[in-house]
Nanobody
Framework: QVQLVESGGGLVQAGGSLRSSCAAS????????MGWYRQAPGKERELVAAISSGGFTSYADSVKGRFTISRDNAKNTLYLQMNSLKPEDTAVYYCAPVAYYSGSYYRANFGSWGQGTQVTVSS
């Protein structure tokens, strides 16, 4: 079955960097666009970055220029490099397969969410 295992979160001071990873299994990783979502306490889960199967990337305005999404299809792994972190980046970060439709990415309709990885940025 589909498994998504996120790792690499942690506690960092504002201005610092973290790199999160997502190990995917149970589906043909290279065939799918992938995305990183985050959910802060009391807020809805939001998509912050996506990468197509061909490597094209897109970002939410809130992280553009600071975060970089990448993938290694040989390792079935998705990455999120987070630089210049801000306290408002504090959230649990999740990865998921996504689908591109009518100009936007949406969570693909298979598999469950992983456990996520906590990112906490102190001021």
């Amino acid at each position: 079955q589909v498994q998504l295992v996120e790792s690499g979160g942690g506690l960092v001071q504002a201005g610092g960097s973290l790199r999160s990873s997502c190990a995917a299994s149970g589906f043909t990783f290279s065939d799918y666009a992938m995305g990183w979502y985050r959910q802060a306490p009391g807020k809805e889960r939001e998509l912050v970055a996506a990468i197509s199967s061909g490597g094209f990337t897109s970002y939410a305005d809130s992280v553009k220029g600071r975060f970089t999404i990448s993938r290694d299809n040989a390792k079935n792994t998705l990455y999120l490099q987070m630089n210049s972190l801000k306290p408002e980046d504090t959230a649990v970060y999740y990865c998921a397969p996504v689908a591109y439709y009518s100009g936007s990415y949406y969570r693909a309709n298979f598999g469950s969410w992983g456990q996520g990885t906590q990112v906490t940025v102190s001021s």
